[in-house]
């Protein structure tokens, strides 16, 4: 068992993994075998991201150190750099369930694309290193209130998402299939989407 999931985010920055222009696919995995099903995902030469954060953990002996582990053990990323059929084949091909995520629960319905850019803020939002953030489930996601926004100014500038708040403080909300990210972000820095694309 691993605990550096970064070996599956390569070293490439988002921009660079998403200049392509191919769309990315959110995976539900319905064993908690996040590393496992990875490895073999990686075997098979399929591209993925998977969100994670540092932490620290203690052993029996009190010793303390630092780790990274996946946000969440349910979920991942996977790019679509092949047919949807090659995907699925080799999906169904490793020992663990998974599934590729649908735009709704309604049957027969299509699965969910994410675009590259969006998937590039949304890379650039989990960066590990970046504190003051927040991972919500997409249903806690969607109860948020706010406005969609640009950001102008400041070390987010140029990401996009919805400017929502909580305990007092300004937040930039990404959503993606399954998961959603929140990072502190200066009300003064972000104007309205619709601000920005008037002539």
């Known amino acids: 068992m691993i605990d550096n999931l970064s070996f599956y985010n390569t070293q490439l920055s988002p921009s660079e993994r998403t200049a392509d222009g191919k769309p990315w696919l959110a995976v539900r995995l319905f064993v908690p075998r996040i590393e496992d099903i990875a490895h073999l995902l990686a075997d098979n030469g399929i591209e993925m991201f998977i969100p994670i954060e540092n932490t620290t953990v203690e052993d029996s002996e009190h010793h303390r150190r630092h780790i990274q582990r996946p946000v969440l053990r349910n979920y991942l990323f996977v790019k679509k750099d092949r047919s949807l059929m090659e995907i699925q084949k080799t999906m169904s091909d490793i020992p663990f369930p998974t599934a590729l995520m649908k735009r709704t629960n309604?049957?027969?319905?299509?699965?969910?694309?994410?675009?590259?850019?969006?998937?590039?803020?949304?890379?650039?939002?989990?960066?590990?290193?970046?504190?003051?953030?927040?991972?919500?489930?997409?249903?806690?996601?969607q109860l948020k209130k706010g406005t969609e926004v640009l950001v102008k100014y400041g070390p987010l500038k140029g990401l996009s998402g919805k400017l929502v708040r909580q305990s007092k403080r300004y937040f930039l909300l990404k959503e993606v299939p399954g998961i959603a990210v929140m990072l502190k972000v200066g009300r003064w820095c972000c104007k309205p989407l619709m601000e920005t694309k008037a002539p």
Request: some cysteine; overall charge negative; aromatic content about 12%.
């Open 106 to 141: 309604i049957p027969g319905d299509k699965f969910a694309e994410i675009e590259a850019n969006e998937m590039k803020e949304f890379m650039i939002m989990c960066n590990p290193d970046i504190t003051m953030k927040y991972f919500l489930t997409q249903e806690q996601a």
